[in-house]
Each structure stands twice: as structure tokens, then as C-alpha cells.
């Protein structure tokens, strides 16, 4: 069974510092892995899909990196902003077109 | 291009009640999956429709159960309530099941609170 982990569960940042979110898998066979936020109450919006013949994706301040070998996943977040407090939420899809199996997220507070 | 949409929003049911929750994939998505939030278990995967067949089943009793229309759209139904069924069910689309588009996104979600 795919056990998502992440990496803390939760952080408190100062405006404008660069962070990193971390995600461990403990099968490597998996067929791609997806970051997403959450907002209170909120659904969830994809941030950053990478494929697993892939080792990065770069979407704006955000930088995803994968390493299957190693069952990780880095979520690099550059110079944040408030608007970035999040629950950040790291996700594996086992094979095509399977399910996605979801880490328990880590809560993001970035203070003015 | 709109996204996919979730309704009603916000359930109140007590135990022993019925609920379906309604959800309207990205045009042209035609593959559905819903998912449970809990803060106890977090996300958990439910089921998963594609041209009308329910492809992949989750962990859940048989009480949970669903069905996809021939426009794509997608019903869930939670039989028998129970107060652990209070969570905030979530519905994910993409254009089909596995492939190169393999994003899957997801709609605001249905807050149920089971009384």
C-alpha cells in the first residue's frame, strides 16, 4: 500500500523567505505525482503535475522537483507572500489511471 | 472554460438519512472521481467513473455509491447516515483515465454534516 508522507505538517514563515515542502512515497514505481493547495473550506487546486520520467516542473514562484529512486518530492516555494497560506498537499498516482493517494498536507502561515 | 462544479455546497442530514451530492466535470472531462476529507484521515479516495462504468473503488462500504450520466456528470449517494460520514466530499475530473493529461481537478467540494 502507497504511504504518502509530508514533511512538517506544519510552518510559520516571515514575507519573503524561500521554503521548501517535502513529500516521501514509500513505493517508487509510481506513474506521476501531483502537488496541490488547499484553502480553509476550500477545494483543491493543482498546482504543479510531474510525470515520473520527469525530475522537475516549474509553474511562477513554485518549483517541484521528483525523485523516484529515492520516493521524494520537494515543493520549492520562492520569495512568499501571504497569499501563499495554504494547506499544501502532495499526491501519487500509483499507475495510469489509477487513484491518487494523498499525504495528510502541510498547514503554510506566511506573516506580514 | 468553467471548472467543475460541485452541488450542494453545504449539507445538514441526521443519522439514518440518505444524501446525494451532484457533480459537473470540465467540458469535455469524462472521467470522475470522487474523494472523502476527513481531518482524522485526511483524503481518501471513494470511486472513479469513466463512459458510465465505475472503474476503480475505494476502501468504503457498500452504502456509499455512485453513477455517471451519459453528459459525464456525476452522482454520489451515502445511504443510512452516520455521524462519520460528516466530511467534505470532494469531486476530481479529468479528460479520461490515464495518458499524457493526467491532472485531475477538483471542485469546491460538499460540506455534509451528519445530526
Known amino acids: 500500500k502507497q504511504e504518502v508522507t509530508q514533511i512538517p505538517a506544519a510552518l510559520s514563515v516571515p514575507e519573503g523567505e524561500n521554503l521548501v515542502l517535502n513529500c516521501s512515497f514509500t513505493?517508487?514505481?509510481?506513474?506521476?505525482l501531483q502537488w496541490f493547495r488547499q484553502d480553509p473550506g476550500k477545494g483543491l487546486t493543482s498546482l504543479l503535475l510531474i510525470q515520473s520520467s520527469q525530475r522537475e516542473q516549474t509553474s511562477g514562484r513554485l518549483n517541484a522537483s521528483l525523485d523516484k529512486s529515492s520516493g521524494r518530492s520537494t515543493l520549492y516555494i520562492a520569495a512568499s507572500q501571504p497569499g501563499d497560506s495554504a494547506t499544501y498537499l502532495c499526491a501519487v498516482e500509483l499507475n495510469s489511471g489509477y487513484a491518487l493517494n494523498f499525504g495528510k498536507g502541510t498547514s503554510l502561515l506566511v506573516t506580514p | 472554460k468553467a471548472g467543475v462544479t460541485q452541488t450542494p455546497r453545504y449539507l445538514i442530514k441526521t443519522r439514518g438519512q440518505q444524501v446525494t451530492l451532484s457533480c459537473s466535470p470540465i467540458?469535455?472531462?469524462?472521467?470522475v472521481s470522487w474523494y472523502q476529507q476527513t481531518p482524522g484521515q485526511g483524503l481518501q479516495f471513494l470511486f472513479e467513473?469513466?463512459?458510465?462504468?465505475?472503474?476503480n473503488k475505494g476502501n468504503f462500504p457498500g452504502r456509499f455509491s455512485g453513477r455517471q450520466f451519459s453528459n459525464s456528470r456525476s452522482e454520489m449517494n451515502v445511504s443510512t447516515l452516520e455521524l462519520g460520514d460528516s466530511a467534505l466530499y470532494l469531486c476530481?475530473?479529468?479528460?479520461?483515465?490515464?495518458?499524457?493529461?493526467?491532472?485531475?481537478?477538483f471542485g469546491p467540494g460538499t460540506r455534509l454534516t451528519v445530526l
Open positions: 476530481a475530473s479529468r479528460p479520461f483515465p490515464g495518458g499524457r493529461l493526467d491532472e485531475q481537478f
Open positions: 467540458s469535455g472531462h469524462r472521467s
Open positions: 467513473y469513466f463512459s458510465e462504468t465505475q472503474r
Open positions: 513505493d517508487s514505481a509510481i506513474y506521476n
